[in-house]
């Protein structure tokens, strides 16, 4: 289960995109999914859901607990903290 973990961890950070569009797309949730599998042994066969309940999990723990980390980018045309440049003086 931790090599699951780690490699969606990995994954996420690449596929930058929210774990709420990407389990609610059936598109993005298969894009995500093949890109996981493609870094798993053969042997831990999984689908889509499986992988989806997983993210899900990872994001509920949150990020100090082992979780998935917090996007570094904006999305929906909101701005996230890290993403804000500083105001000027």
Known sequence: ?????????????RFGTPVDRL???????????????ARMPADGEMDV???NWRLMSLRKRGQDNGGLPRLQCSYYGRETKQSRAPKPR
């Open 1 to 13: 289960m931790k090599l699951l973990d780690d490699v969606i961890r990995a994954e996420y950070r």
């Open 49 to 51: 859901a499986s992988i």
């Open 23 to 37: 389990v609610s797309d059936p598109h993005l949730a298969a894009e995500f999914a093949k890109m996981v599998k």
